[in-house]
């Protein structure tokens, strides 16, 4: 299949591509790289290093004509969003929006797209939150997460354009961001291995859900061909507290010194992780990778990079 990925040079996108490229897809990438990096590329996808917003997005689509597009670019930080919500929605909402058009214009069949299950929810009543909890985001990226599924759900009917919307839960792994969801693990690994105070905000007690990044990219390819007009978790039905990824981390890494707690951050949600039932019967997904191993890869990538 030929698949063009967004933000294929960052976390996420990169081992996506990866894959695709290693299971004989084709691949071609779009990212701005204002957190991407070229190292994350695989030398066989071509790169377009310019932003989903550009005037030229047509050329590309005309250029590769992609069956599927596989949407990773994003403004990934929660905060920013907070403080700068219309370049949040310019980039997360207008960007995305671009892509569909020219998706429908130059013949896409799909689109995989990368939401949020960690902020379209707000703090759930019931855990772990099934897909059906009511969509209540407290920050404007989960706003944009929202709109994004609805236009697609809006494109399918007004266009035909099929999509499986991919609710991630907290994604760690190699080449992980300290901006995105789970940038609580790469800042602890940074400051662990600097021997650096770590410090954790609130009790520590916070329960979010932590995937790792090579179940994630599974739940992208088998979302190739399945799970038309789906929107599900990408969750392990678990939490995992901050304190529990500290005393993890501390042993893989051998840190000597205990966190310093500091008064809980503004807006902190206390806990959200997502029920996996749903994705297991439309995707046939499963995590299989637990929180120390992911933890021990994670940990060796930053201390070996
Ligand atoms: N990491 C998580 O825990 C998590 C959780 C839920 C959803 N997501 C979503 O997964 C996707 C990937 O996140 P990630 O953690 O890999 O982050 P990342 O920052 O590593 O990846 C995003 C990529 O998009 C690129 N990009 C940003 N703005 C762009 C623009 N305007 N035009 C072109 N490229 C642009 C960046 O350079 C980067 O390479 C995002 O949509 C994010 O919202 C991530």
Request: net charge negative; with cysteine.
């Amino acid at each position: 299949m030929r698949i063009l990925v967004t933000g294929g040079a960052g976390f996420i996108g990169s081992h996506v591509a990866e894959d695709y490229i290693e299971a004989g897809h084709e691949v071609s990438i779009i990212d701005n790289m204002s957190s991407g990096k070229e190292e994350n590329v695989n030398p066989k996808a071509r790169l377009y290093k310019m932003d989903i917003r550009s005037p030229e997005l047509d050329l590309v689509f005309a250029k590769e004509k992609p069956e599927v597009l596989n949407h990773h670019a994003a403004q990934i930080d929660v905060r920013k969003s907070v403080d700068d919500p219309i370049f949040d929605a310019n980039v997360n909402i207008v960007g995305m929006l671009g892509l569909l058009q020219a998706s429908v214009k130059h013949g896409v069949e799909k689109v995989i797209f990368a939401s949020s299950g960690g902020a379209i929810y707000g703090e759930p009543q019931l855990l772990p939150a099934g897909e059906q909890t009511a969509l209540d985001p407290l920050a404007p990226y989960g706003v944009a997460k929202v709109a994004g599924e609805f236009y697609l759900s809006c494109y399918h009917a007004l266009h035909g354009l099929n999509y499986t919307a991919l609710r991630y839960g907290n994604i760690y792994g190699p080449r992980q961001d300290p901006h995105g969801e789970a940038g609580v693990i790469a800042i602890f690994c940074e400051s662990m291995l600097r021997d650096r105070e770590v410090k954790i905000f609130g009790t520590g007690e916070q329960l979010r859900d932590y995937v790792y990044v090579g179940d994630v990219v599974a739940a992208n390819v088998l979302a190739l061909d399945k799970g038309d007009g789906a929107r599900v978790n990408i969750g392990t039905g678990k939490g995992t507290s901050v304190n529990e990824l500290f005393t993890i981390l501390k042993e893989v890494l051998g840190y000597g010194k205990d966190a310093v707690n500091y008064p809980p951050r503004h807006g902190e949600l206390e806990k959200t992780y997502l029920d996996d039932a749903l994705v297991f019967d439309v995707l046939g997904w499963k995590a299989q990778v637990g929180i120390e191993r992911g933890l021990e890869q994670t940990a060796a990538f930053f201390r070996d990079r």
